[in-house]
T-cell receptor, first 114, second 113 residues
């Protein structure tokens, strides 16, 4: 079982809606990540939080807004999305951003934008 | 160039056979080479990883072979089982930073019973 928990597992939203994806880990990891994955493609990095501070934004459109309320939680706020934003959104964590090691992925939130 | 080239795109193997997936990289700064396994509807999970100071690493039926001079590494799955059917991603990382993981495009492995 994954130790990174993502909710909801599925989300359908219209282009004018505001919704949020949530991620939680209790492994004491200090780095947390959002990835986007399209069908039959590898994960693409979106954001990295290190010690609860945003350290990397891979030029993601502002309609995606990340938030890290504490070291165990990571949110992704969604607003005015486009149909092409439909994808599997994966949260991941690791012990620390600057230490090579395992990325622990959640099962993802499958987003459909109508 | 940060690319990691993975082949084949898809692979069909009979139960009990050997599955081989290859990856090649160009950036000599890469110093961490993990393989992730992803089942449908699940997130990727680390399968096995290698650092460039060793040429081979084995964990159960899974082996990574690493050729530093050729800048290539491969995953061998011995005695392949239907439960191994999944998408496999090779990746490469550098600079002591996880976020710099560069993923290959993935290989869809199907193991027929």
């Amino acid at each position: 079982d994954t130790e990174v928990t993502q909710t909801p597992k599925h989300l359908v939203m219209g282009m004018t809606n505001k919704k949020s994806l949530k991620c939680e880990q209790h492994m004491g990891h200090r780095a947390m990540y959002w990835y986007k994955q399209k069908a039959k493609k590898p994960p693409e990095l979106m954001f990295v939080y290190s010690y609860e501070k945003l350290s990397i934004n891979e030029s993601v459109p502002s309609r995606f807004s990340p938030e890290c309320p504490n070291s165990s939680l990571l949110n992704l706020h969604l607003h005015a999305l486009q149909p092409e934003d439909s994808a599997l959104y994966l949260c991941a964590s690791s012990q620390a951003e600057l230490a090579i090691g395992e990325l622990f992925f959640g099962e993802g939130s499958r987003l459909t934008v109508l | 160039q940060q690319q990691v080239k993975q082949s084949p795109q898809s692979l069909i193997v009979q139960k009990g056979g050997i599955s081989i997936i290859n990856c090649a990289y160009e950036n000599t700064a890469f110093d961490y080479f993990p393989w992730y396994q992803q089942f449908p509807g699940k997130g990727p999970a680390l399968l096995i990883a290698i650092r460039p100071d060793v040429s081979e690493k084995k964990e159960g039926r899974f082996t990574i072979s690493f050729n530093k001079s050729a800048k290539q590494f491969s995953l061998h799955i011995m005695d392949s089982q239907p439960g191994d059917s999944a998408t496999y991603f090779c990746a490469a990382g550098s600079g002591g930073s996880n976020y710099k993981l560069t993923f290959g495009k993935g290989t869809l492995l199907t193991v027929n019973p």
